[in-house]
């Protein structure tokens, strides 16, 4: 059964379970003590600091294990800012980052600080000169992952760190998806990563803090990790990790090559495939691995659970997946379409096979879940009434876009289509549609039965 989804968790390598079974007979002492075991246990320990201090780029005394990747994101940026409070309590971020860093934000914020969220372009990267503009006095902290957890975008993290270093204000980059395919350039200041993304176990992240940096941890006092990682090390998992990093890096120039193709020609194939398919994402500046696509008239759950009976396992962005029925705040910060989203990331060693059996599947399974839900065809019409209302209140994605596709062509050119909808999907769906289809958005306002009332008019 293909796995299309190492960008959530990759599979463990090879490499990582040698070394979790071998340390697991070696390393079970507290590293602390002077005793035999507990040497021996320093030593495992503090050669995988050196080897996962190479690998990022750092000193190996910069650099501490956590107990993931989210705590190691909460920890820097937390004792970031409490290290820099003299400054000031602002916090910049782009609006797509990883909801560990908006969720730090958020309690910063709470607690009487600030965040700001630099917005990013249809792409889904920041622009080096905006963010740079946000940086302003009483800036303690900025933050910016170095690629894309949802679409797989690249970001201008170099030129970025460069204007945070001339202004003054320390850069904590959030490399969990890409530090396995290769170190992070550019004077960064701090950086948060997690193993179970390159392959190693569950359980284990790091955390790197440059010296020169002003940084306080939180918290309880406690000895170890330099006192940023309280409580006692899982020696197993972390030399797993490290040696899983090491294992993927020597990999990852030939590994990444290689599916940096079958990336492409998903990318390629599947708009030809399939019709009213919107890839998103810069087609360029991104993870080899990654690709994310939207299909309008399609519930991304049933897609995803029809592909799952088709041997597949992918994830979505899409609000149909999600608990609180709100689209993902990555593809709502693009402004691209949510509905139907698939996102396909390809673990080290998927065949052309298993990439090729997906392309053949895809269209009938699209195809069906549209047919379930009564898509329309391409209107054609000529047009009668000058203007409609469509009722799709309490009507989940992808209902609202479905009705409005289905009356479009029953105005004349020039007529409207006024939908009403209490579903948050619409704001982002209905004029990816509208771009979509050739047709004018012409904005939104308050219904006066409730949600929103979001106009289009007819052009073609």
Sequence with gaps: ????????????????????????????????RLYREGRRARMLLDAAREAAAEAVGCRPDELVFTPSGTRAVHS????????????????????????????????????????????????GAVEAAAFAAALEPGTALACLQSANHEVGTAQPVA???????????????????????????????????????????AGVGLLAVRKGVRFAPQGPADERESGRAAGFENLPAIVAAAASLRAVRAEAEAEGARLRALV?????????????????????????????????????????????????????????????????????????????????????????????????????????VRERLGAPEVPTGPGGSGSLVVDALGRRCPIPVIELAKVIGDVPVGGTVTVLSDDEAARLDIPAWCEMRGQEYVGEEPSPKGGVAYVVRRVA
């Design 76 to 123: 820097g940026i937390s004792g970031a800012l409490a290290g820099r409070r003299r400054v000031g309590t602002r916090l910049v971020v782009s609006a797509v980052e990883h909801s560990s860093v908006l969720h730090a934000g958020e309690a910063h914020a709470a607690a009487g600080g600030s965040m700001t969220e630099v917005p990013v372009g249809r792409s």
């Design 1 to 32: 059964m293909p796995y299309f989804d190492a960008a959530s968790s990759a599979p463990l390598h090879p490499v990582a379970r040698q070394a979790l079974l071998a340390s697991l007979d070696e390393g079970w002492a507290d590293p602390a």
């Design 264 to 368: 492409d020609r998903i990318r390629a194939r599947v708009p030809e495939l399939v019709p009213d398919v919107e890839v998103v994402g810069d087609p360029v500046r991104r993870l080899p691995h990654l690709v994310t696509f939207s299909c309008l008239y399609v519930d991304g759950e049933t897609l995803l659970h029809e592909l799952d009976r088709e041997g597949f396992s992918v994830s979505s962005g899409s609000s149909c997946t999600s608990s609180t029925l709100t689209p993902s705040h990555v593809l709502r910060a693009m402004g691209v379409l949510s509905e139907g989203n698939v996102r396909v990331s390809l673990p080290t060693g998927t065949t052309e096979e298993d990439v090729d059996r997906f392309l053949t599947v895809l269209p009938g399974v699209v195809a069906g």
């Design 159 to 201: 030129e970025v760190a460069e204007a945070c270093a001339a202004a003054g204000v320390p850069l904590l980059v959030d490399a969990a998806q890409s530090l396995g395919w290769g170190p992070v350039e550019g004077p960064w200041s701090l950086l948060a990563a997690s193993a179970h993304k390159w392959g190693g176990p």
